[in-house]
């Protein structure tokens, strides 16, 4: 319903409105401390700017396929594809050029090679460790983040050996710390199992060692969360058509925080050198609280379905997806993540070049 022009209250003409507006600013609040000062230029925002952003901050996440001068889009995560080993390898060199230090691989396993035992986690030729090997030749430089748990192996999609209804813990941690001495021989920097059974840190820094790898940084995926934000990942490795059932059997409870801390605190006793919270921006409760407690190197990972929300709402038009990109960023240093995983790191490091 419209309100007639005439019946509106107060409805003052133009120059009484100026009047109006003159008299406001006569009146003047008696403020000692205005905090909109040091926001009044560019320049006075930079100073007094309490956390920054930087390619140094970024882990880049690359999903892996078989071919060559293949690249396989994945369907839920525009932008994003699956790269064959020489794509990565110049993905690699692309991410030292735009100065970010490491990446994060991930296969796709062909499905006739997924069986019950994740025998090909083991396999030294598998996708991965030939991507490791092909990377450090080229760019020995990089940083290499290997994944430690078991479903891009499984024909059932979990992350570890499933048996009945159950995932068995300490049978599964044997395979993991065989699976990251497979990674760390063909070159991985960093081992990082995401795999949340109970004691496998302490074991793989155990097995790692035995083996003279005790360079062999572990980052621990101490407090992964049962997510439904991994979704679109688990669309790129594949897991999605073989999953059974779900993982809140060994993922947390993301009613959960308290025991977020004795994860970590656990990971931190077995010889972690770095934690990861994950997903991010729903968990930054956790993130700060991680970092307040524990003071140690500390990564977020900007799951897949933090990346895709951001993607398909900025391709509607409804958000500006640049902004929300560094923005989400931004909130995660903010809350204490001293590095991110995220498939924005590539986007992230071109627009922090255009910026400086
Ligand atoms: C596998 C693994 C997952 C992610 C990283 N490693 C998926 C899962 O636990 O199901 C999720 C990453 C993402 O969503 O971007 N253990």
Known sequence: MVWPLSQRPNRASAPEQDAQAEAAVTKKLDLATRLRRNRKADWTRRLVRENTLSADDLIWPVFLCEGENTREPVASMP???????????RAAVEAVELGIPALALFPFTEPGLRNAQASEALNPK??????????KREV???????????????????????????????????????????????GADIIA?????????????????????EEVQILSYAAKYASAFYGPFRDAVGTNATLIGDKRTYQMDPANSNEALREVALDIAEG????????????????????????????????????????????????????AMLESLISLKRAGADAILTYFAARTAKRLKEMA
Not at 126 to 135: E, F, K, T
Not at 288 to 310: C, D, H, L, N, W
């Open 79 to 89: 932008d994003v594809d699956r790269l064959s080993i020489d794509e990565a390898t």
């Open 272 to 323: 972690a050198d770095i934690v990861m919270v994950k997903p991010g921006l729903p968990y930054l409760d956790i993130l700060f609280r991680v970092k307040e407690r524990f003071g140690i190197p500390t990564f977020a990972y900007q799951v897949s379905g933090e990346y895709a929300m951001i993607m398909a709402t900025a391709e509607r038009g409804f958000i500006d997806g640049d902004k």
């Open 193 to 213: 199992p995401s795999d949340m059974m109970d004691g496998r840190v302490g074991a793989i820094r155990a097995g790692l060692d035995a083996e003279n790898f």
């Open 140 to 186: 020995p430089t990089l940083g290499l983040i290997t994944d430690v748990a078991l479903d891009p192996y499984t024909s059932h999609g979990h992350d570890g050996i499933f048996r009945g209804e159950r995932i068995l813990n300490d049978e599964t941690v044997f395979v993991l710390v065989e699976q990251a001495l497979n990674q760390a021989l063909a």
């Open 126 to 135: 598998n996708l991965v460790c030939r991507a490791c090997r092909a990377i």
